[in-house]
């Protein structure tokens, strides 16, 4: 597995991260614990060196998972997490206020057993709070050992600069695949300028991208995607076509179409960090794999080419969720 770096104060992490979020939450049924502590050390015994969690995943059960099963090889990993909904509950308001930073910084520390959070994101921009207060909060946080470096996920460009005014961001993390590629308007851009790493999330489309879901897929009752738009039977056959292109590449390739799907995201580039996740062994090799696969300048230009005739359908969030996204 090679590595990159991320942001401009040298935080060095494998290609491909591990989303540790769908272990047990928001994706169906939890995985069984000591199943999905095997998981996790499968990932690091595969070379990933980049584990992302959240204290709003579970809540809070995710983190103490992930820390339970990276706590034997914790000086070799890079543990990211999250901060910045009101008790840690996604579903309820945001809540950026200082107090409440250093209190799931504390909390978070005990949950990962570490003594340091590598990176920590602000989970979604709070309007409540100005943007100048969270980074400086959170630089205070630097300042006393307790955080190695400040993320901003989902975060529009007048957020990131505002942040990276006052403490250096360096990665910020957002939804970005060949089927959501809003982030190259402007967010990708600003990154570059200023030096910060980006970290996709659902880099696989929520699952879609692997070409094992179709209009006849049923999810189970506690699967986010049920409340998805662009998961509707009507719009996952209208945007199988992207499917399509990315399994004609794959057998050229000898590979799959989540494989080919990843890789585009690293050829974009050399500072973008995907962070697909997963429940299964097979899956989790499989993703690892793509970091080997190298996409032709032909290759990224016939992919281009066919985005350009493709008309993704349905939108990545319902509307009350879509208005937290870009702040």
Not at 101 to 110: D, G, N, P, T, Y
Not at 244 to 271: C, D, F
Not at 301 to 324: C, K, M, N
Request: aromatic share 8%.
């Amino acid at each position: 597995m090679n590595h990159r770096k991320l942001g401009k104060k040298g935080l060095e992490v494998s290609a491909i991260g591990f989303g540790c979020m769908g272990l047990n939450f928001a994706y169906g049924p939890a995985m069984e614990k000591s199943s999905a502590i095997a998981l996790i050390r499968s990932a690091f015994e595969a070379g990933v060196t980049f584990f992302d969690t959240a204290e709003a995943y579970g809540p809070f059960t995710n983190e103490e998972l992930v820390g339970e099963a990276l706590a034997p090889i914790r000086d070799k990993v890079v543990i990211a997490t999250k901060f910045g909904f009101k008790d840690g509950d996604s579903t309820v308001s945001m809540d950026s206020r200082p107090e409440r930073i250093r209190a799931v910084a504390e909390a978070a520390l005990k949950r990962l057993k570490t003594d340091r959070i590598d990176l920590f994101y602000q989970h979604r921009v709070d309007p409540n709070v100005p943007m100048e207060e969270v980074a400086g909060t959170v630089k205070a946080l630097i300042q006393e050992g307790k955080v190695k470096h400040f993320g901003l996920s989902e975060a529009g460009v007048q957020s990131i600069r505002r942040a990276h005014a006052v403490q250096p961001v360096t990665a910020v993390q957002s939804e970005y695949s060949l089927w959501w590629r809003t982030p190259e308007t402007e967010v990708l851009p600003v990154c570059e300028e200023l030096g910060i790493g980006f970290v996709p999330f659902s880099p696989l489309g929520k699952g879609f991208l692997t070409g094992k879901i179709d209009a006849s897929t049923t999810f189970t009752k506690d699967d986010f995607r049920n409340i998805v738009p662009r998961f509707s039977a009507e719009n996952r056959q209208a945007n199988q076509v992207l499917v399509g292109l990315l399994e004609s590449l794959a057998t050229e390739k000898k590979a799959t179409a989540a494989q080919i799907a990843l890789a585009w995201l690293l050829a974009q580039k050399s500072w973008i960090v995907p962070i697909p996740g997963t429940t299964k062994l097979s899956r989790l090799k499989e993703n690892v794999g793509a970091a080997a696969i190298q996409l032709s300048t032909q290759d990224l230009t016939r992919i281009g080419e066919a985005l350009t005739h493709i008309q993704i359908q349905g939108d990545r969030y319902p509307a009350h969720l879509s208005a937290r996204a870009g702040k």
